[in-house]
């Protein structure tokens, strides 16, 4: 999917100003505010003493919330890409999540060299839909989402998912939230990640958190839509959060392997 023409800038964590995440040993000398702001937060359970800001690549402020809100968990802080609304738009036209999220995230940590840039490539697959909305989920009330160039509203997308499952029971609503997560550096992937959420797609919106198709889905272990829980709640449950995690992990195993 295409970011939106309206990029929006991930202004409020936009702040790196110098001191954006290194994942790399030895890489970046902390400014002293940075040292205390990491050193302070590891006890809150970092994941190791190297990590501090991660960049992610996303014109999406309800990812970056979404990510936010993983990384708080772990006393980890993200950042937007200096100056991504000015960047140029990638073209999402994979046809799997993975081909998206690498494309993104190859292409974006072209502009901050030497960085890990985090992007990823999401959607909700609808089984009585067989799979859709998928890769186009963020421009389904499009005419024809896969040829559309800009992603249409949130609100229009839900009312569409809404109009196809009209009268279905329970019990065929059943999908799922897939979020593939790309790492990359300097052009290259250097790992995906893949988190999954399964739910069930209410008949009519519920809570006022969240963003794209949350107030639609129920979360059953937890008897909660997505957009009734706050971004760190989500993070637990959600397949950003499962990405997220893994992606965390295997920072920690890199790091402590001297691999990156
Ligand atoms: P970027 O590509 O700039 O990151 P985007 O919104 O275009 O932003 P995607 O192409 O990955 O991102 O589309 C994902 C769409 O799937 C998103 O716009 C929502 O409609 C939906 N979606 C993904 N994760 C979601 C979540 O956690 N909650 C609700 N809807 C989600």
Same mark, same amino acid.
């Given at each position: 999917?295409? &970011?939106? +023409?309206?990029?929006?800038?991930? &202004?409020?964590?936009?702040?790196?100003?110098?001191?954006?995440?290194?994942?790399?040993?030895?890489?970046?000398?902390?400014?002293?505010?940075?040292?205390?702001?990491?050193?302070?937060?590891? =006890?809150?359970?970092?994941?190791?003493?190297?990590?501090?800001?991660?960049?992610?690549?996303?014109?999406? %402020?309800? #990812?970056?919330?979404?990510?936010?809100?993983?990384?708080?968990?772990?006393?980890?802080?993200? &950042?937007?890409? %200096?100056? *991504?609304?000015?960047?140029?738009?990638?073209?999402?036209?994979?046809?799997? *999540?993975? $081909? +998206?999220?690498? #494309?993104?995230?190859?292409?974006?940590?072209?502009?901050?060299?030497?960085?890990?840039?985090?992007?990823?490539?999401? @959607?909700?697959?609808?089984?009585?839909?067989?799979?859709?909305? @998928?890769?186009?989920?963020?421009?389904?009330?499009?005419?024809?989402?896969?040829?559309?160039?800009?992603?249409?509203?949130? /609100? &229009?997308?839900?009312?569409?998912?809404?109009?196809?499952?009209?009268?279905?029971?329970? /019990? #065929?609503?059943? @999908?799922?939230?897939?979020?593939?997560?790309?790492?990359?550096?300097?052009?290259?992937?250097?790992?995906? !990640?893949?988190?999954?959420?399964? @739910?069930?797609?209410?008949?009519?919106?519920?809570?006022?958190?969240?963003?794209?198709?949350?107030?639609?889905?129920? !979360?059953?272990?937890?008897?909660?839509?997505?957009? =009734?829980?706050?971004?760190?709640?989500?993070? #637990?449950?959600?397949?950003?959060?499962?990405? *997220?995690?893994? !992606?965390?992990?295997?920072? $920690?195993?890199?790091?402590?392997?001297?691999?990156?």
């Amino acid at each position: 999917m295409e &970011a939106p +023409n309206n990029h929006v800038a991930p &202004a409020p964590f936009d702040s790196a100003q110098g001191r954006l995440c290194r994942l790399s040993r030895g890489q970046l000398a902390p400014a002293p505010q940075a040292r205390r702001l990491r050193d302070s937060r590891l =006890e809150g359970g970092a994941t190791n003493r190297n990590m501090r800001r991660i960049l992610i690549a996303t014109s999406n %402020p309800g #990812k970056l919330r979404d990510f936010a809100g993983a990384a708080a968990v772990h006393g980890i802080e993200i &950042a937007g890409i %200096p100056n *991504f609304s000015s960047l140029p738009l990638v073209v999402e036209d994979g046809q799997t *999540f993975e $081909e +998206n999220a690498r #494309k993104k995230a190859e292409e974006y940590s072209r502009y901050v060299s030497g960085e890990i840039v985090v992007a990823d490539d999401s @959607g909700l697959e609808v089984d009585a839909l067989n799979g859709a909305p @998928g890769v186009h989920s963020a421009r389904y009330a499009a005419d024809e989402p896969y040829l559309a160039d800009a992603n249409t509203d949130d /609100e &229009a997308n839900n009312a569409r998912v809404l109009r196809k499952l009209e009268n279905l029971p329970v /019990e #065929k609503r059943t @999908g799922r939230f897939v979020c593939v997560l790309a790492a990359a550096r300097d052009g290259k992937t250097l790992q995906t !990640f893949r988190g999954v959420a399964e @739910g069930i797609i209410l008949n009519s919106a519920r809570g006022t958190n969240g963003f794209g198709y949350d107030p639609l889905f129920y !979360f059953p272990q937890i008897q909660k839509t997505f957009a =009734e829980l706050s971004a760190q709640e989500k993070s #637990k449950y959600s397949h950003r959060g499962a990405a *997220f995690r893994q !992606f965390l992990d295997w920072c $920690e195993k890199r790091i402590s392997e001297n691999a990156i």
